[in-house]
């Protein structure tokens, strides 16, 4: 049992129906929109940032993979999750969902494509190892193309999928209207919602791409550039400020109306002290790194640790968001009477090692994908 | 999904024939009778509950009214005595309650898949060889109708026994109340124009624009 009645009353069919792994589909979701976010920055605007373009795409995979794992372990039949698609209800926010996120896979395989194009025909023509060998002339698709002509278009190709995909990322971020559909649900049931929760996922996709950053140009051997660094840390910072700010706004705006739902809301947070506090002291403990990580790369300094504990709070502080929205939501009952309490179980499917699975599955297929789309060129060591 | 397509641009046509249910508070003694006839006509799993019987009880010792709300296993075995001063109660009745088969179902228009619809004769149904188990229309229903069947992995809820009424039957909880405290029947029959003419009517929580198809008599404001 991971639910149980703390106070008042309760419908008697209530239980916490979505846990954990549904706290870690949004979160997932999130920081796809923010990296996403990020390449489409370097594409169409920064151009300092084309240097982790590369970097960006071939992290975002991992993650857009991983997204549905949550979801089909959640499903009570995940062998029928494909009727989304053969029956889909066109009014339901997941049916439309399950099309968006079609749209993003198929999108960031093009733009990846393209984008390593090059490298593919490269490596298929030079690569020693047989097997490598054979995966990247399958992966040309026959095209051998890379006169400067072609590779022209490759541009203009990779410029209009990241439009799409960029707007896909941005709707699948709408995810949040899974929830703010919900009109029985007060917690959920706020314009605000979507729209903080489209910063918090711009905040943690930056922070991300941050920490990536650091690994990638470690492993690699590659000089790290204040301004690449700059640039990402000053849109997570005022991303991170949007999101905070629209969730204090909600919580101030939700107390002063005192509406029927207020009253439970506040006895249920209760249930809810860490993860907000997470979220409170984070929130402003990032921005205030972040700023610093700012001021010191426009110096032409770079403090590793800085941006490190910067981007890990962001995302520590985005997963908390998530948490009090999907499990604090729920902890309210319909009767608007009492509330209950959640503990996810240690083991099973919808269990903390599953989930713990879950969250690490990104970062162990990014590897993988580095390894047969390297983002850089490796260079010594010694340059760092 | 050119079907479903077609479904969502072309809805059905609604029957003039529809089903509506009236429960009358005052008529209610919470024996639990429709709980335990429910549980046995369509094998919901213990503490799963198709449908209900929630206690109200409105007490003030000279100041503003206090709300005691309860249900017991669902009122399934009764309840027990109160623990009040019987001068402070100022009202106390027993409210079944069950799926409200709304006309505008927020449970339907969430499902991801279509595996779950309003029929012509405006009863709401899952087709749980088709629920994927998402749960989404259990977050959806604002009357805490459904429920998780951890068994079978899908959703389930009350279905006013679509089984017993296409055959002219009356729901399973109808049949057993002892005190006719549940009425069913089609909107056009005669004691049901009778009840929704004459008597003050209400349903739950109107603002949420869901249509119900459940009507009370005899509640108070604090039942929603």
Known sequence: MTTTVVEGFVYPNHEVFWGVLIVIYPYFVSIITGMVTVYAIAEFWRKELKDIEKLVVISSLPFVLSALLPLLLDLGQPQRAFEI?????????????????????????????????????????????KLLRLLYRILTLGVYDISEKAIKLDKKIIKILTGIELIAAWCLSYVSFLFGVVKSNPWWNTTILPVSFVFGG??????????????????????????????????????????????????????????????????????????????????????????????????????????????????????????????????????????????????????????????????????????????????????? | MIGSLAFFLIKPAKSKDIFVYVVDSKKCIGCGSCVKACRA?????????????????????????????????????????????????????????????????????????????????????????????CKYCIQACPYGARYFNHHEKVVDKCTWCYHRIMRGMRPACVTVCPTGARMFGKLQDEHIQKTLRERNIRILKPELNTRPKVFYENVGWEVW
């Open chain 1, 85 to 129: 698609y053969l029956t889909p209800n066109f009014s339901s926010v997941m049916a439309v969902f399950g099309i968006v996120y079609l749209t993003e896979l198929f999108t960031l395989l093009g733009e990846m494509w393209f984008l390593f194009r090059v490298d593919i025909v490269r490596m298929a023509q030079t690569e020693s190892n």
């Open chain 1, 202 to 384: 711009l905040a943690a996709g930056g922070a991300m791409v941050l920490l990536l950053y650091l690994a990638f140009t470690r492993a690699y051997g590659i000089e790290r550039k204040p301004n690449i660094i700059s640039t990402v840390a000053n849109y997570a910072f005022y991303f991170m400020l949007a999101a905070f700010a629209l969730e204090t706004i909600n919580t101030i705006l939700y107390a002063y109306k005192e509406d029927i739902a207020w009253a439970v809301i506040k006895l249920a947070s209760t249930e809810l002290a860490v993860p907000l506090a997470i979220q409170v002291i984070g929130s402003l403990e990032a921005l205030l790194f972040l700023k610093y990580v700012c001021y010191r790369c426009n110096l032409g300094k770079i403090d590793t640790p800085f941006i490190a504990i910067a981007s890990v709070t962001i995302l520590v502080v985005v997963f908390a968001m998530r948490w009090n929205m999907v499990i604090g939501a729920q902890l309210i009952d319909y009767s608007l009477r009492g509330f209950v309490s959640y503990t996810p179980p240690l083991w099973g499917r919808e269990g903390l090692i599953a989930a713990l699975g879950v969250l690490v599955a990104p970062f162990i297929m990014l590897p993988v994908v580095a390894y047969i789309f390297p983002p850089y060129e490796r260079k010594l060591r010694a340059g760092l």
């Open chain 2, 41 to 133: 006509e369509n094998h919901v799993p213990e503490r799963k509950y198709r449908t209900w019987v929630e206690r109200y009880v409105v007490t003030s010792n000279g100041e503003l009214e206090n709300i005691f709300v309860e249900s017991p296993n669902g009122g399934e075995f009764g309840f027990g005595d109160l623990d009040v001063d019987e001068n402070e109660i100022l009202r106390a009745y027993f409210v079944p309650k069950l799926c409200m088969h709304c006309d505008k179902p927020p449970c339907v228009k969430v499902c991801p898949v279509n595996a779950t619809w309003i029929t012509e004769e405006g009863v709401v149904l899952i087709d749980k060889s088709h629920c994927i188990g």
